[in-house]
């Protein structure tokens, strides 16, 4: 008899669609690790700008990566041993993960960290290709979407609830920005899988969307 698989929950969707609220409470709720992609490529991005490595240099960035100590340790994010969590977090380091990202190199290299995060009893991973490319043998795909207005209006909401400062139609052409470099890239990029479950979250709080991603994992368990 083969061992089965560990199962993954992929939650795939475009900036500020919340898909990382949901992914967070989904995996508390089902007891199982959370992996947040997208923090990956902020935390390569800060440590290129921390190096003085220009965003678009593909092969240091990727030589980089290599070298990089990273750490999730009860939701705070460690590069090298320096909690780096809110310094990731900001719309620049947003920006620059997004151009860090589209380099095939830097996705290849951070591949065996991805899959690291599988363990049991599960997974909840959250991001733009983990249904498409980093767990296609996922349990369930979720792709997660809300208008690119709604976004930006969540986006703008929760900067101003950290205190820092917000400008919402820079918010909403940031992520427009984002949107197109996230679906036009060449490599993994920004799309629904065929096998994905959509859900437009536009008019959906989190509970509501919490609600249905359970229903549809326990749908296909039953
Ligand atoms: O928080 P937000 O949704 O704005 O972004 P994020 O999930 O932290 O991801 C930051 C950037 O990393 C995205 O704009 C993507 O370009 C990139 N990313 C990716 O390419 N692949 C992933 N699996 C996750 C993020």
């Not at 902020?42 to 678009?56: M, N, P, S, T, Y």
């Not at 983990?130 to 929760?158: G, N």
Request: hydrophobic share 40%.
């Amino acid at each position: 008899m083969t061992a089965k698989p560990i199962p993954v929950i992929a939650i795939d969707g475009p900036s500020a669609s919340g898909k990382g609220t949901v992914a967070q409470i989904v995996a508390e709720k089902l007891g199982y690790h959370y992996l947040d992609s997208g923090a990956l490529y902020r935390i390569v991005a800060l440590a290129a700008f921390d190096e003085g490595i220009d965003w678009q240099e593909e092969n240091d960035i990727a030589e980089l990566v290599a070298q990089l100590k990273i750490e999730f340790e009860h939701g705070e994010v460690y590069l090298n041993n320096q909690n780096v969590s809110e310094r990731i977090r900001t719309e620049i380091m947003g920006q620059g993960a997004s151009q860090v990202a589209a380099h095939p190199l830097v996705r290849s290299a951070l591949v065996n960290l991805q899959h690291s995060f599988r363990k049991a009893p599960g997974l909840v991973a959250d991001g733009r290709d983990m249904a498409s490319v980093i767990f296609p043998d996922a349990k369930i795909k979720i792709f997660l979407t809300a208008s690119a207005e709604v976004r930006a209006e969540r986006r703008y909401k929760q900067l101003l609830s950290k205190g820092q400062e917000a400008d919402y139609q820079k918010i909403l052409k940031d992520l427009q920005d984002r949107d197109a470099r996230d679906m036009q890239r060449i490599v993994s990029p920004l799309i629904p899988t065929a096998d994905a479950n959509l859900l437009e979250t536009s008019q959906l709080n989190v509970e509501q969307a919490v609600d249905i991603v359970l229903t549809t994992i326990s749908a296909k368990n039953g």
